[in-house]
């Protein structure tokens, strides 16, 4: 089955330490990846995406995921962590419906991330 | 560009009462999904649409339907509310440009709440 999993429900880290949420992923053929963050009582935003290339993926805030084909993960990473980076961050991966003929994506249940001042 | 914009924000349905949530994004997207988001299930996929007049059923339809008669609107019809249905709503919408691997733009959300 295709999915993706956030091993973790919670992360904590201190103002200013660096942070990484977990994200591993299982998938037929080559993995398209995503990366969202949620603040409270809002839609889901953008944060980043691995489709090829450089496993090394930058994008908003700061952000960055590291793509590792062997152990089918891709980790979201941030160098220093702000307060302001507490939220819902959710890992997706691109799903084919096979019935359908057409792409999805599949969520991770989400990990919440809370940065201690 | 207002992008993704869904309506109502907030609402209180009796059992069995029915409604529909507006979807409408000014992006002129193809493509077009309705999420429900659960405490610590993250997202499923309730119902998708590949352009007007096109739809399909994602992983929890039931309860549910849709219709996309413009690539703007992309309603999502509950009939018959159950205590299940409980739940946030999101509409998204992405455009079909380069293939199947652009991000998805979300709507605000609608919260729903069936007593």
């Known amino acids: 089955a295709q999915s993706v999993a956030q091993p973790e429900d919670q992360v904590n880290v201190a103002e200013g330490n660096p942070l990484t949420v977990k994200c591993t992923y299982s998938?037929?053929?080559?993995?398209?990846l995503f990366w969202y963050v949620q603040y409270p009582n809002r839609g889901l935003q953008f944060l980043l995406k691995?489709?090829?290339?450089?496993?090394l993926v930058k994008g908003s805030y700061g952000f960055e995921a590291e793509f590792n084909k062997s152990q089918t993960s891709f980790h979201l990473k941030k160098p220093s962590a702000l307060v302001s980076d507490s939220a819902l961050y959710f890992c997706?991966?691109?799903?084919?419906?096979?019935?359908?003929?057409?792409?999805?994506?599949?969520f991770g249940k989400g990990t919440k991330l809370s940065v201690i001042p | 560009n207002a992008g993704v914009t869904q309506t109502p924000k907030f609402r209180i349905l009796k059992i069995g009462q029915s409604m529909t949530l507006q979807c409408t994004q000014d992006?002129?997207?193809?493509?077009m999904y309705w999420y429900r988001q659960d405490p610590g299930m993250g997202l499923k996929l309730i119902y998708y649409?590949?352009?007007?007049?096109?739809?399909d059923k994602g992983e929890v339809p039931n309860g549910y339907n849709v219709s996309r008669s413009t690539t703007e609107d992309f309603p999502l019809r509950l009939e018959l509310a159950a205590p299940s249905q409980t739940s946030v709503y999101f509409c998204?919408?992405?455009?079909?440009?380069?293939?199947?691997?652009?991000?998805?733009?979300f709507g605000p959300g609608t919260r729903l709440t069936v007593l």
């Open positions: 997706a991966v691109r799903v084919l419906n096979s019935g359908a003929g057409s792409y999805q994506l599949t």
């Open positions: 998938v037929s053929g080559n993995p398209y």
């Open positions: 992006m002129n997207h193809n493509y």
């Open positions: 691995y489709i090829t290339g450089d496993n």
């Open positions: 649409s590949v352009g007007a007049g096109i739809t």
């Open positions: 998204a919408s992405t455009p079909r440009t380069s293939g199947e691997y652009n991000e998805q733009f």
